[in-house]
């Protein structure tokens, strides 16, 4: 039986691209960039109000004895450019392939997340109760932005200037999925460090997802989140890098990628929530590190680690990056033993500077 959310908790709006970056481009002297990225920012700010004045039940679905469900339960919907959520259903499970590529994308990105919690970690969905997934397609005219609303997983088509389709990307489905699954067990809340670690978890089990829909061992992962999303005309290859972060793109509109890649350029800020979006690059290297150093399918030892500390229910939703640091050490000398998957985590929270002792 997994632990369960208190009744009541208020679910993270987490869009996959955070203000800063849709701020700045925002500001850009032309219209057709300026006009959507202010327009999303507008519609995010305004839903980001009802989320906090609206307390979601949590799902309370209960299985049938017998009917514990090795299968994904998946509902797609096309919001037809509007945005009444969540729009006109277009895909049931196990329904044939419809002629939209978005429907299909996004459908595919929903299983692969449930394949990997089931088959790497034994989980039934991200409440680990079989929860179904649902997402919403073609939200808005040029929304340039994906999230999850702690209910069901939506996306915009982007503005096919800096932005493309949202659903092109199987780590954003992946990255706003795992912030369910963080919802149902450490709930981390969602400002300074602790919010950080809850971005970052986002983006390891994001990157997972695609590592291990592609069959990519850690050496062979590009590393990136959002890798496709961004239009040609941009200089960059993706959102955010796990590997280098701060160096994902550097362009005249949107600017330069400000992910900090290890606590001596930890940022400290009011913006995006204490800098949720930003500092998760110190957590993310770490990871990266670790898995890389330990060779093979990240999703194996290293993710299995992050995945035991993230549900193991030690794990405070105040955590800061030393306390989980410490847990993830705990969590590989209780799994492995005192072998080199302790003194491999030990090494990466050491190389990015965050105290694991
Ligand atoms: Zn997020």
Redesign the pocket.
């Given at each position: 039986m997994q632990p369960r959310p208190q009744h009541g908790f208020r679910p993270v709006f987490?869009t996959?691209v955070p203000p800063h970056v849709l701020d700045k481009l925002a500001q850009s002297d032309d219209p057709d960039l300026a006009g959507p990225a202010r327009r999303t920012l507008e519609g995010d700010a305004a839903r980001r109000t009802r989320r906090q004045m609206t307390t979601l039940v949590p799902s309370v679905r209960t299985v049938p004895v017998g009917a514990e469900s090795d299968k994904p339960e998946r509902t797609l919907y096309d919001c037809r450019h509007g945005t009444q959520l969540p729009g006109f259903k277009v895909r049931s499970e196990g329904e044939q392939p419809t002629q939209d590529a978005s429907v299909n994308r996004a459908y595919a990105g929903l299983g692969a997340t449930f394949e990997l919690l089931l088959k790497a970690y034994d989980r039934r969905s991200i409440d680990g109760n079989g929860l179904p997934l649902i997402g919403s397609v073609h939200y808005d005219e040029k929304y340039n932005n994906a999230f999850f609303d702690g209910q069901q997983m939506v996306f915009g088509d982007g503005d096919g200037e800096i932005f493309l389709d949202f659903t092109v990307a199987i780590d954003v489905i992946a990255?706003e999925l795992t912030?369910g699954l963080t919802q149902y067990t450490a709930n981390l809340s969602y400002f300074g460090q602790s919010g950080a670690l809850n971005?970052s978890m986002?983006d390891v089990f994001g990157s997972l997802v695609k590592q291990y829909s592609l069959g990519q061992t850690a050496d062979q992962a590009d590393w990136l989140i959002g890798a496709g999303l961004l239009a040609p005309r941009v200089q960059g290859e993706a959102l955010r890098s796990m590997r280098a972060p701060g160096t994902a793109y550097d362009d005249d509109v949107l600017g330069k990628d400000p992910q900090p890649a290890s606590m001596e350029d930890y940022i400290h800020t009011t913006e995006d929530n204490g800098g949720v979006h930003l500092n998760s690059g110190i957590p993310n290297r770490a990871f990266c590190l670790l898995a890389t150093a330990l060779g093979g399918n990240a999703w194996e030892r290293a993710g299995q680690l992050w995945f035991d500390v993230l549900t193991g229910g030690r794990l405070a939703a105040d955590a800061d990056f030393s306390d989980f640091a410490r847990l993830t050490v705990e969590a590989a000398r209780d799994r492995y033993g005192e072998g080199d998957e302790r003194e491999a985590v030990r090494k990466a929270w050491s190389e990015v500077g965050v105290p694991s002792a």
């Open positions: 987490c996959i990255h912030h971005e986002s």
